[in-house]
């Protein structure tokens, strides 16, 4: 079977990579694409948009793709699916109506509300005056949430009613989201831990993945501001096998059960973001209608079944009859980004060392990064003044050996992943591998699983 992966990201990386080492799997596209999947091993970059919905189908047509992945949001919510079974094409993705659950957050907390699932308390305005005096009879902090797509940085914690006013003002106004902004959601700030939870739906059967953790905060400490993600690690230990039990029968199944019943059966993947409260009591901060991005990563490294066959086996309502396999083994994602990111950043630097962070247990998953194919020929090997890592070890100029530069291209550049017996040491694999990956004003947070690390340490 050939598979056409549709996206640019790190999470379209590794659902290529991970497709690619499927039985079922003869050969993988992704549209457009990025230098990491370039680089892959029966893998092969298109150069089409993932908005051009005709360009895509016909190209599946004319190469006989037997299954189209969709990676990023928007398409499924501009209705990709929908288009691509029109045309009698096998899509792994939510229909336009069943990827409202991304798309608007209003509809969502509405759904939430109708079918008894826990989430947060929340009101949802259009209008700056109603908005603002519905924050001042709250606590803080308040959560200030845009209604549509942005990005993954529509979210803002207020801290105090100025910040509220502030962020509600910049929303309503269009200034900060545009039309994504003019509707708004605020809600009750919930504390505990949160957990990435992510399974395959076929509009009946919810097959969960392994669990996650991410890190959306810039900077260490989870200080600044809210970015795509800076970092995942996978298994979360906060979801335990009381709280996956309660996860899956107060969230996941209920979920799937009401779309249905409302006329919008949900296939596709389908991402919780969690808050677990410490009695272990789950509520939904938000719903992806795609695979998480970093979680992708880890997941992905940790996943040994064939994720083309399971979202075959969706798309012929065979769920039910699929389990998955796992290494036992623990995941952690590092996301290495471009100076400035989530604000302004500069692009288009070489980025060397990419070969020597590439270790059997640890693997660089590419995001923001373009290839040029003007070599600058083999480099490995320490020469008189070479530079060296952390570990002691040589830092190639180039990380190319041959086949081409590798240029930053996005703000999230590259999610060095690494895989240990616990998550301590997939952290020292993944740490170990970023050190030795480089570019002009790279930046990365230095403490990413510390939730995990500090229960691993009995702290």
């Not at 992704?30 to 230098?35: E, F, H, L, R, S």
């Not at 096998?241 to 107060?250: G, K, P």
């Not at 703000?411 to 040491?425: A, K, N």
Request: proline content about 5%.
């Amino acid at each position: 079977m050939k598979v056409l992966v549709t996206g640019n990201g790190g999470r379209e990386h590794a659902l290529a990579w991970r497709a690619s080492l499927g039985e079922s799997v003869s050969q993988v596209y992704v549209a457009p694409g990025n230098a990491g999947t370039a680089l892959e091993p029966n893998v092969q970059n298109v150069p089409i948009a993932v908005d051009d919905f005709a360009g895509l189908a016909d190209f599946a047509k004319s190469e006989e793709v037997g299954l189209t992945i969709v990676g990023p949001e928007a398409p499924l919510v501009d209705g990709f699916a929908d288009y691509f079974a029109e045309r009698g094409l096998r899509c792994f993705g939510p229909s336009r109506k069943a990827a409202q659950l991304e798309g608007s957050k209003a509809f969502t907390k509405a759904f939430l509300k109708r079918w008894d699932i826990p989430t947060a308390a929340s009101e949802t305005f259009a209008a700056l005056v109603d908005a603002k005096a519905y924050v001042r009879e709250c606590p803080m902090p308040v959560v200030v949430k845009a209604d549509g797509l942005a990005a993954g940085k529509g979210v803002i914690i207020a801290q105090t009613l100025a910040e509220a006013e502030a962020a509600l003002e910049s929303m309503l106004s269009g200034a900060a989201f545009g039309d994504a902004g003019r509707c708004v959601v605020v809600e009750e700030f919930l504390r505990g831990e949160e957990a990435s939870f992510i399974a395959l739906c076929d509009g009946r059967t919810t097959l969960p993945f392994a669990s996650s953790q991410d890190h959306k905060a810039a900077f260490d400490g989870d200080a600044g501001p809210n970015t795509g993600g800076m970092g995942a690690y996978s298994p979360a230990p906060v979801v335990s096998d009381a709280v996956h039990a309660r996860i899956m029968d107060q969230i996941m199944q209920p979920t799937l059960k009401g779309m249905a019943a409302e006329g919008s059966p949900y296939l596709g993947f389908l991402y919780a973001g969690l808050m677990i409260a410490e009695d272990g009591s789950p509520k939904v901060i938000e719903f992806n209608c795609r695979f998480g991005d970093p979680e992708a990563q880890p997941v992905m490294m940790r996943l040994k079944s064939d994720l083309a066959a399971l979202c075959s086996a969706a798309l012929d309502g065979a769920l039910g009859s699929q389990t998955l396999r796992w290494d036992k083994r623990a995941a952690l994602g590092v996301v290495m980004a471009s100076g400035g990111y989530p604000g302004d950043y500069a692009t288009g630097h070489p980025i060397t060392g990419l070969d020597a962070a590439e270790t059997p247990d640890c693997k660089v998953f590419h995001a923001g990064t373009r290839l040029t194919r003007e070599s600058l020929g083999p480099t490995s090997g320490r020469s008189p003044g070479a530079k060296v890592d952390s570990f002691g070890d040589p830092i190639p100029r180039s990380g190319d050996l041959g086949r081409g530069t590798v240029l930053t291209n996005g703000g999230r550049v590259l999610c060095v992943t690494g895989l240990g017996g616990s998550v301590t040491q997939a952290c020292e694999k993944a740490y170990r591998g970023a050190a030795r990956i480089g570019w002009h004003d790279a930046r990365y947070r230095s403490d990413i699983g510390y939730r995990a690390l500090a229960r691993e340490a009995g702290g």
